[in-house]
Structures are given as structure tokens and as C-alpha cells.
Nanobody, 118 residues
Framework: QVQLVESGGGLVQAGGSLRLSCAAS????????MGWFRQAPGKEREFVAT????????VYADSVKGRFTISRDNAKNTVYLQMNSLKPEDTAVYYC???????????WGQGTQVIVSS
């Protein structure tokens, strides 16, 4: 079993920045990738960004390219999402996701609220 603990959400004005963190823990596991999704009120959960644990390649949603940066700390099993130039439309609950290597198992964090005021 893998546990994901997110932190860093909050309230920020448009144009501001926030940094989300997600730390993974649990019994022996090997990470394939970690990423971030978000869900705004009344909308479906959507992909934001992902990073491959081996090699560090990244993929971003078009809506956040150039503003958000995903990074990882392999030693700490932690993924980060640096969010700059935030817009009111970035307001959502942000969820961390972890894919386990060679098992197909997928885990989710509890979510952290981000509110961007105009």
C-alpha cells in the first residue's frame, strides 16, 4: 500500500505563485511516474502535469505550459508542482497521482485546495 500526502495549497491572488508537494510512503514500491490532476467545482478531473521517475521527462497540459513546473526528489519520493502566474481558472482541488512500476497500480492523494482570487 502506498500513501500520498499533499501540502502547499491555499489562497492566492491572480498573478501569484504557490508550490504544491506530494510525498509518497509505504511498503517497498518502485515509482514509474508521479503527476498532478485537478478538479474544479462542477467539472471533471483533468490532467495537469506528470514526470517520469526514471529520466525525469515531463508532460504538461496546454493550459499550464510555461506557468507550471513539475519536479521530483527521488531520495524523498516527493513530487512538486511550482505554479506561477496563477489565474482564477486555476482554482481547483489538486490531486497527486502515483503510478507503480510493473504493477499497473495507481494511487491518489487526498487533494489540496487552490483558490486564485481575481
Amino acid at each position: 500500500q502506498v500513501q500520498l500526502v499533499e501540502s502547499g495549497g491555499g489562497l492566492v491572488q491572480a498573478g501569484g505563485s504557490l508550490r504544491l508537494s506530494c510525498a509518497a510512503s509505504g511498503r517497498a514500491f518502485s515509482i514509474s511516474a508521479m503527476g498532478w490532476f485537478r478538479q474544479a467545482p462542477g467539472k471533471e478531473r483533468e490532467f495537469v502535469a506528470t514526470i517520469m521517475w526514471s529520466g525525469g521527462s515531463t508532460v504538461y497540459a496546454d493550459s499550464v505550459k510555461g506557468r507550471f513546473t513539475i519536479s521530483r526528489d527521488n531520495a524523498k519520493n516527493t513530487v512538486y508542482l511550482q505554479m506561477n502566474s496563477l489565474k482564477p481558472e486555476d482554482t481547483a482541488v489538486y490531486y497527486c497521482n502515483l503510478s507503480v512500476r510493473n504493477s499497473g497500480a495507481d494511487y491518489w492523494g487526498q487533494g489540496t485546495q487552490v483558490i486564485v482570487s481575481s
